[in-house]
């Protein structure tokens, strides 16, 4: 290529692109959804011609947020969901539904009860205490149901199945002749 000697590079007009700009991109539905207008359902997985923006106004320590424009399968509505990075995943905004996920649920509950716990720790004393005697217990009773089932298996184990059948046999005769007699 030539570059005349009065070249300069400063003086290229620069492309100039908005903020929110969209990008088309191949993606695949990052969890189960239904759509609100058809109730089409779009399963996990499913490959979608998407568009991406960059939210304006959202970020979380640093991260942009994205959203996500796909289209139904079914009757092309649009629908809406962007990416969560405080969670490490993604939220429903419009056009469709997710589908129940009661792990997620449970999780979510089990977390609050933890940190709800740890929170009326700090604050009282003798609740760290009620909470250690009240664990211990649960943990004693643990190990004496377990020790429960493995009494009734060793039980359960000394069965001998060929004197039950041999007996079982005999009781049949006894009876048969009753009935003969």
Not at 23 to 51: D, H, Q, S, W
Not at 128 to 144: A, G, P, Q
């Amino acid at each position: 290529k030539y570059y005349p000697p009065d070249f300069d590079p400063a003086k290229i007009p620069k492309l100039k692109l908005p903020k929110d700009r969209q990008y088309v991109v191949r993606l695949m539905a990052p969890f189960n959804m239904r759509c609100k207008t058809c109730g089409e359902y779009i399963y996990k997985g499913k490959k979608f011609n998407a568009r991406k923006e960059t939210v304006q106004n959202e970020v979380y320590l640093g991260l942009p947020i994205f959203r996500f424009y796909i289209k139904c399968t079914r009757c092309l509505a649009e629908i809406t969901f962007k990416t969560d990075p405080e969670n490490t995943d993604y939220t429903m905004e419009h056009g469709a539904t997710r589908n129940f996920q009661a792990e997620k649920l449970l999780e979510e509950e089990e977390k609050r009860m933890q940190k709800e716990r740890e929170e009326e720790e700090l604050n009282n004393p003798m609740k760290v205490l009620e909470n250690r005697t009240k664990d211990s217990k649960l943990e004693m009773e643990v190990l004496e149901n377990l020790q429960e089932l493995k009494e009734l298996n060793q039980r359960q184990a000394n069965v001998d199945f060929e004197a039950m059948l041999k007996q079982y046999k005999e009781y049949e005769e006894e009876q048969k002749l009753k009935e003969q007699e």
